[in-house]
């Protein structure tokens, strides 16, 4: 039996190397696969979602990786159609959703919703982001793209930058990159560096340096990891207003890096990477969203098949 029939994806702190190198080359071969054969792999399956907060790119990266092995997908993205409007709770919910699907994917803005609902659910569930806490399945891409953009992951200096406080991306990014042999920089505002609750927890797992000073970084990275400032996230507007625009990654950074850097970003972006930069050979961030499909077509394929594919 596969390791990962019928696993629950909630955390990337759950996964080894070689679990997630397992993984790396269950895409490599789905990506290999010709139609016709990639159809086969979740036939007759059906995907649940669940999305409490929007989403462009993990919702419709799940729907199209499902179609793609032959599956198909319902549920819910638009939380005020449903019957959560007349008070329904998330248990019910996700009992329900069960019911009608093989497996659940779950978005929801409250830290720890994803653990909770595998603690409900019959049918495996994927946590699509929870909260400020985790993106598992986003890292997992992320470390793809950067292991086939990069060729390998140990021995690379990677810079993150942005909102470090609030971006779920950037601690499932970061405990991922914990298994790897990896020279991390974190470059945020003052403000907006990882949270305190989490340093002790990513520390464990990986040297890090943080630094509110982009400028000096650049020459070194290999990997730059860009994030958007989650407004959304911040409880008071003055705030974000205070930090918009902190970094911008233009031609003119582009120039001070490494000619074989790459530039990634989970998406959506606002305005910290200038579009000149997407047409450059640095730029891996909607190649990265491609991977996307990929990696979770494989993951479905894995959690849905007993022997796997
Ligand atoms: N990267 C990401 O999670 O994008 P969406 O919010 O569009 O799903």
Same mark, same amino acid.
């Given at each position: 039996m596969n390791e990962f029939y019928q696993k629950d994806i909630i955390s990337i702190k759950d996964y /080894? #190397?070689? $679990?997630l190198e397992t993984i790396f080359a269950s895409t490599d071969k789905i990506m290999q696969l010709n139609p016709q054969d990639r159809r086969e792999i979740c036939k007759g399956k059906t995907l649940g979602y669940l999305f409490y907060e929007p989403s462009t790119r993990t919702r419709l990266s799940f729907d199209s990786a499902m179609a793609s092995i032959g599956g198909n997908s319902l549920g819910i993205s638009d939380i005020?159609?449903?019957? /959560? $409007? #007349? =008070?329904?709770?998330?248990?019910? /919910?996700? %009992? *329900?959703?069960? *019911?009608?699907?093989?497996?659940?994917?779950? %978005?929801?803005?409250?830290? =720890?919703?994803? %653990?909770? &609902? &595998? !603690? *409900?659910?019959? #049918?495996?569930? *994927?946590? &699509? =982001?929870?909260? /400020? !806490? !985790?993106?598992?399945? $986003?890292?997992i891409q992320d470390l793809f793209t950067i292991k086939k953009e990069k060729k390998k992951i140990d021995g690379l200096k990677i810079g993150i930058v942005g909102d470090l406080k609030y971006g779920r991306t950037v601690y499932s990014l970061l405990y991922g990159l914990g298994n790897y042999d990896v020279d991390v920089r974190l470059i945020s505002p003052e403000s907006l560096r990882i949270r305190s609750d989490s340093t002790y927890e990513i520390k464990k797992r990986i040297d890090f340096t943080e630094t509110t000073d982009i400028e000096d970084h650049l020459d070194e990275l290999d990997v730059l990891y860009v994030t958007r400032i989650q407004k959304e996230r911040f409880p008071d507007e003055e705030e974000y207003l205070k930090v918009k625009g902190s970094y911008v990654v233009g031609l003119d950074m582009l120039k001070r890096m490494k000619d074989d850097a790459i530039i990634l970003h989970p998406l959506p972006r606002i305005d910290e990477i200038a579009a000149d930069v997407d047409t450059t050979k640095n730029a891996k961030y909607f190649e990265q969203a491609e991977y996307g499909k990929h990696t979770r077509a494989a993951l479905l394929g894995m959690i849905l098949n007993e022997n796997g594919f």
């Open positions: /080894t #190397k070689d $679990q005020s159609s449903s019957s /959560t $409007q #007349k =008070g329904e709770s998330l248990a019910d /919910t996700v %009992r *329900i959703m069960s *019911i009608y699907s093989d497996v659940l994917v779950l %978005r929801n803005p409250l830290d =720890g919703s994803s %653990r909770f &609902a &595998a !603690e *409900i659910s019959d #049918k495996p569930v *994927i946590n &699509a =982001g929870s909260g /400020t !806490e !985790e993106h598992p399945t $986003q890292a």
